[in-house]
């Protein structure tokens, strides 16, 4: 049965055989292979299951398609079932009709060019296709920027001083950041996930373990934004360093919901009328998120604060009897959930005008996290549309041995062919629809995702392949349609070939200070970055500039036990021979001299690295706010979660009006200037 069990995992796009990191070959087990198929839909527990399974696969290949992308000027090859006319109808989606004669290949037939991009229709005899025509390459910085070389921050949303009674920041805090670096001179700010969470567990408040990536968090949501200044009650205890979600969401959703009462009771004809707007386009993917958000309120105070999985098995599906019933009864409060979602829809356009008004070429740079969580309000609604019973992560590595399960699921490659990418689609506009960019993380995963089944270790997990040319021209093709520019988080062990292609599709690759190394490594030049890079002195799970130098980072794992003593002893040895290449590498492009300052001296050395980037040939240099203000310590400590204060990190409350802050924002500024007039 193995031969089998192999075949039909090949056919469905799971990689039997990998390398792990030290290049030595690994073959995935058959329990494994098993689990894997199982959650996408081809049973595998017997000769006759996996002969039923294939042949179920060879059924879907072989009954055409009625989904194809292609690009703008290429034939497109047809799929047998597709090719038995010699003449297809194009319906563009903007109007008009136009006949093609197929053409013949050594293959089989093509459609001839289509030079307009758009979702068309496409006849063939009695098959209907839509043809997604993505363009050369999506939207690109030089494009939205004139041609010029730009600049932006990163900010932690959370981290951004709040407004006065307020314990964290909002979207308003990200308006007034956004507008107050767009008149300094920034292009951008790429800020944290706004993903929906979930709202009555605010310990649950990682921007990357998402509820759901269609809406946002709601503890963002700005009444000033949308009501103008309005008095609620309620106000924050001192702020201390550290953000405290529980305190401060019990503030925000307390102050949100004598809004919501006094919204209700009012006569305010234009902004009920733009809810319902709202909810209507929302429809029921909204409907869901609202009755999810409501349901999980209820179970949370009855103290199941999980996911759905631990509710009732009767509140388990979105179309039981249970969750109608349940629905009548609390209806003010599904809708209270629906209005909180509107709130921070709009308080999010609102930053992103206010950093459009203040000159920014890009605006707001939103973050796509990889996954969502499996008991979380995405896969309640559409369970169809994920890889239930699997999590994503990455297999063991030098810094993780035993592999890593992020406790996030993602969508099943087979659901994407069978729904049109409907749900990856769904939520890459989602990302654009208020921002003028996306960075997605984890990019690889267009390519390939690491799965691990419920119940087994990470090492014990496999690799599944995801259909790369259909989605990075959706991608390319939504990037077109918004004008919003794409970053694809390309870092760790990148699979050959990969950078290309998403340079192809217009992607901004990242590269990042620390990694950008040659032979014996040094540190790249400014000038051999790649010309279509976002180049970035760090990221959020990276050590800052200033901690980096002070080998705060080292110090970190060796706290939280990453790692034994000879370890740390090397790292610390790596670090002290690190420090003089880099400046070394500050030293050669003009943006330090002299000799390295002491360990615990760091203005000068920020000063250089943010120099440095901002020399780099990439068209777009990011900017982290930690570097800009020059702290030590990083948002996120990969692999711990109470050992480090994740996502709980300050800035300091001057904001861009730190001096620090402002003179550099100056220096970057001057480097990548705006064209007057």
Known sequence: MTDALHALAEEAGLHIRWEDFRGRPETVGEETLRRVLAAMGLPAGSE??????????????????????TEVGQSTPLPPALA?????????????????????????????????????????????VTLAVAPRHGARVEDVAKGRKVFGLAAQIYSLPPRAGEEFGDFGALGAYAEAAGRAGADAVAMSPTHALFAADPSRFSPYSPSTRLFHNVLYADPAAVFGEVDLPGEAPPRGDLVDWEAGARLKLAKLRALYRRFEASGDTQRRADFAAFRAEGGSLLENHARYEALHAHFTAQGRAGGFQDWPEQYR????????????????????????????????????????????????????????????????????DVLDGLSIGAPPDLLGPTGQDWGLTNFSPRALETTHFEPFLATLRAALRCAGGVRIDHAMGLRRLWVVPKGLSPKEGC?????EEDMLRLVALESHRSGGVVIGEDLGTVPPGFRPRLDRAGVLGMRVLWFERGAKGRFTSP????????????????????????????????????????????????????????????????????????????DPVVDAALGFVAKTASNLAIVPAEDLHGLVEQPNLPGTLDEHPNWRRRLPSEGLDDPAARRRMEALAKARPRRRG
């Open 48 to 69: 006759a299951e996996i002969a039923d399974s294939r042949a179920q696969l060879r059924e879907e290949t072989g009954a055409g398609l009625s989904f194809l992308t």
């Open 317 to 384: 599906h979105p179309e039981s009897p249970a969750v109608e019933a349940f629905c009548r009864e609390h209806v003010e409060e599904v809708v209270f959930h629906a209005f909180l979602q509107w709130l921070a829809e709009r308080s999010l356009v609102e930053a992103q005008r206010r950093s459009k008004d203040a000159g920014m070429a890009i605006g707001l740079i939103a973050d796509l996290a990889v996954g969502m969580d499996s008991g979380g309000s995405h896969v309640w609604s559409r369970r169809q």
């Open 527 to 602: 000038r051999r970055y790649a010309r279509h890079a976002a180049s970035m002195t760090t990221t959020h799970d990276l050590p800052t500039v200033a901690g980096w130098w002070r080998g705060n980072d080292v110090d970190w794992r060796e706290r939280v036990g990453h790692g034994d003593a000879e370890f740390h002893r090397t790292q610390h040895q790596e670090r002290d021979a690190d420090r003089g290449k880099l400046w070394e590498a500050f030293v050669k492009a003009g943006t330090a001299e002299g000799e390295p300052p002491p360990v615990a001296e760091t």
């Open 463 to 467: 690799y599944i392949s995801y259909p």
């Open 84 to 128: 038995e006319s010699a003449v297809a109808v194009l319906r563009h989606e903007h109007g008009g009709r136009r006949e093609m004669r197929l053409l013949p290949t050594a293959g089989g037939m093509a459609l001839p060019p289509v030079l307009e991009p758009g979702y068309h229709g496409l006849e063939i005899g009695d098959h209907h």
